[in-house]
């Protein structure tokens, strides 16, 4: 069952921040907010993760609502190269328990 | 760092054989994790390996398998090759501590089955 829904894709104008949002309606207190992105055939690139604070790292930041029930990755100068699949994954965080990867979002930036 | 290494970079087979993928975790990580991608799908689990044992596994029949060695680099094996295993296979490390299970994922390896 997927837990998370996620536009199936987005246009962002290079320079600009991309904003891509994620709903994870049925969250468990324990389950965490994960971020990958996968560019074209390449291996999935983690971004960040958060429980229920916002989180900031050279790459992006997590804005997670109050309520936990959404939350917002931001990319805040996007370029040609964030072209990407980004895929918002809800799960507790323990070592072993594999990644659900969903559809994800279609991020295009646009020159 | 060095990130995790995967080898070959392309395989091509033909229906019947056998494939062999390898893995190279990222130093200091003991656990791997398998996943398949085939073309337009999303990323599948098929196989974690943690201190040389198999962990657990996803949906996919036995003749999909590997080992872990004790260096932590792992191998998959896939056996009696069918079409539909063409696809982008991926490995990923993780530290092995509570509270800790980011994956890093690697470059992956293109298998194509003819």
């Known amino acids: 069952d997927a837990k998370t829904t996620q536009p199936t894709s987005m246009d962002c104008a290079e320079g600009r921040a991309a904003n891509l949002p994620c709903n994870h309606s049925?969250?468990?207190?324990?389950?965490?907010v994960y971020w990958y992105r996968q560019i074209h055939s390449q291996g999935p690139q983690y971004i960040i993760h958060?429980?229920?604070n916002n989180e900031t790292n050279e790459m992006a930041s997590l804005i997670i609502t109050e309520d936990r029930k959404s939350s917002t990755l931001i990319l805040p100068h996007a370029t040609l190269r964030d072209t990407a699949v980004y895929y918002c994954?809800?799960?507790?965080?323990?070592?072993?328990?594999?990644?659900?990867f969903g559809p994800g979002t279609r991020l295009s930036v646009l020159p | 760092e060095a990130g995790v290494t995967q080898s070959p970079t392309h395989l091509i087979k033909t229906r019947g054989q056998q494939a062999t993928l390898r893995c190279s975790p990222i130093s200091g990580h003991t656990s791997v994790y398998w996943y398949q991608q085939a073309l337009g799908l999303g990323l599948q689990f098929l196989l974690w390996y943690d201190e040389g044992e198999e962990r657990n596994r996803g949906n996919f029949p036995p003749r999909f398998s590997g080992r872990q060695f004790p260096n932590y680099s792992s191998e998959l094996n896939v056996n009696a090759l069918e079409l539909e295993d063409s696809a982008l296979y991926l490995c990923a490390s993780s530290l092995t501590l509570p509270g800790t299970d980011t994956q890093y994922f690697g470059p992956g390896t293109r298998l194509t089955v003819l």
């Open positions: 049925t969250i468990s207190g324990n389950e965490y």
């Open positions: 958060g429980l229920k």
């Open positions: 994954i809800v799960r507790v965080r323990n070592y072993g328990q594999n990644f659900v």
